[in-house]
């Protein structure tokens, strides 16, 4: 049996632990008994998870705390809308809460955002935490306390900082995310070699595939250090004012491309990183300031492991370099519209780059063979 591991993301009064584990579901109550003893509990998972996990956390907590109930949410992308969140809010508030009532979200990324948002704004902010299901969510989304729904003009452009009380990641439940998922998520881990720990990227070359076989050692090894590699990130830099950026490494390419899809369910946000993540290193090449060896090196990892590594590969491939340029304008890290991208030096090591004017962007992308308009 492998050892529980426990990171602590330190933020003072705020502070709180990842547990990262095989089975932990089934031993949840030990876990959460500080947490939610004597209060109210509303579990709620989306309706893929529902089904498969939602009796057995229920059994297990049911005797902790003061009262329990369960609700369901759709799955998929469309759950981070104002329709979804209004629902949700009203079906808690239907039950009635009040201001110690703990909402536990048990699922991937879109229902850890959503009930995250729904947490920070029910009565000014009620506790809630965070069992991630996806392998995306367990190594990115559910910790940092970036919570929010997405609006018609782009993605995640409506939330709030709020920060879980407690993040349980069972790494068993993975056995029944579909492979698809599952290599999304991998896109994420690759992401943290490439931003800041080139030792680790040379350990996922090599043990790729025991952690996609979710072998249980790789795999709380990937997790691990990247819950651990994020925790550290946002010790430092709770709201992005500064180095937290450098996790979008690979992101403001991936944006573009998740909404030149429109979010229809054929791009999953992995695998716009994956091709973000081969982007972003190839335009640190072209602007000199990291060697094409290492960009190829990236580029042979994602194809290795069955990720795409460049945009033309994507469903919304033909998109002009103009449409993208427009959908990049958008990204939160744009500044009256000059654009900020997080490129790289070397693997292991990320860099703020601002001011990228769009003539060196266009010229970028039409090398690539991108048409302009
Ligand atoms: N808050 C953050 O810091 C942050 C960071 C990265 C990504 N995100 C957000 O995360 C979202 C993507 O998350 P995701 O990839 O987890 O998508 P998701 O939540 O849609 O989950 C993917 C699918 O897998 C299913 N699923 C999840 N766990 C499962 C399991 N164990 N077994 C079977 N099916 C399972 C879900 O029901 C869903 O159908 C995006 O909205 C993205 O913007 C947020």
């Known amino acids: ?22 089975d932990l579901l089934n031993v949840a109550d030990k876990y959460l008994v500080d947490y939610i003893s ?25 005797s902790v705390c003061a009262r329990l109930d369960n ?40 229902l850890g955002d959503l009930v995250g948002f729904v947490a920070a704004s029910l009565l000014r902010g ?11 969510a367990q190594v990115d989304s559910s910790v940092g306390g970036k919570t929010g729904i997405n609006a018609k003009a782009g993605k995640n452009l409506i939330g709030a900082f709020h920060q879980p009380k407690l993040v349980l990641v069972d790494t068993s439940v993975l056995i029944t995310l579909p492979k698809r998922e599952l290599l999304a998520g991998y896109a994420e881990i690759i992401k943290y070699g490439l931003l800041g720990d080139a030792y680790f990227f040379s350990w996922l070359e090599k043990n790729w595939f025991n952690v996609l076989s979710l072998k249980q050692e790789e795999i709380i090894f990937a997790v691990r250090r ?4 994020k925790a550290d990130i946002i010790a430092k830099d709770e709201m992005e004012t500064g180095m937290r950026a450098m996790l979008n490494l690979g992101h403001t390419f991936a944006h573009a491309f998740e909404a030149v899809g429109q979010y229809n369910g054929d791009l ?25 060896e ?38 939160k890290k744009a500044i009256a519209g000059n654009l900020t991208f997080i490129l790289a030096n070397k693997i292991g090591g990320a860099c ?18 991108v048409n302009h308009v």
């Open 294 to 331: 290492d960009a190829l090196r990236v580029h042979a990892h994602l194809i290795e492991v069955g990720l795409p590594d460049d945009y033309s590969s994507l469903p919304a491939g033909k998109a002009s370099a103009s449409t993208l340029i427009q959908h990049m304008k958008k990204d």
């Open 352 to 369: 703020v780059m601002p001011n990228i004017s769009e003539n060196e962007l266009t010229t970028f992308f039409m090398a690539k063979g």
């Open 71 to 110: 609700l369901r949410v759709p799955a998929g992308e469309a759950s981070k809308s104002f329709s979804a969140y209004n629902a949700l809010c009203d079906e808690i508030l239907n039950i009635g809460i009040d201001r110690k009532t703990v909402l536990i979200a048990l699922g991937g990324g879109v």
């Open 38 to 62: 004597d209060r109210q509990v509303i579990v709620i998972c989306d309706t893929v998870t529902g089904p498969i996990y939602q009796g057995s956390i229920t059994k297990t907590i049911t």
């Open 226 to 229: 990247s819950c651990e590699m």
């Open 268 to 292: 999953l946000h992995g695998e716009a990183v994956a091709a973000g993540l081969g982007l972003a290193f190839d335009f640190s090449v072209a602007k000199k300031i990291c060697k094409p």
């Open 1 to 22: 049996m492998s050892p529980v591991e426990k990171i602590i993301v330190g933020l003072e009064e705020r502070s709180y632990p990842i547990f990262i584990g095989p």
């Open 126 to 136: 009620i506790d809630f935490i965070q069992i991630p299901t996806s392998l995306l």
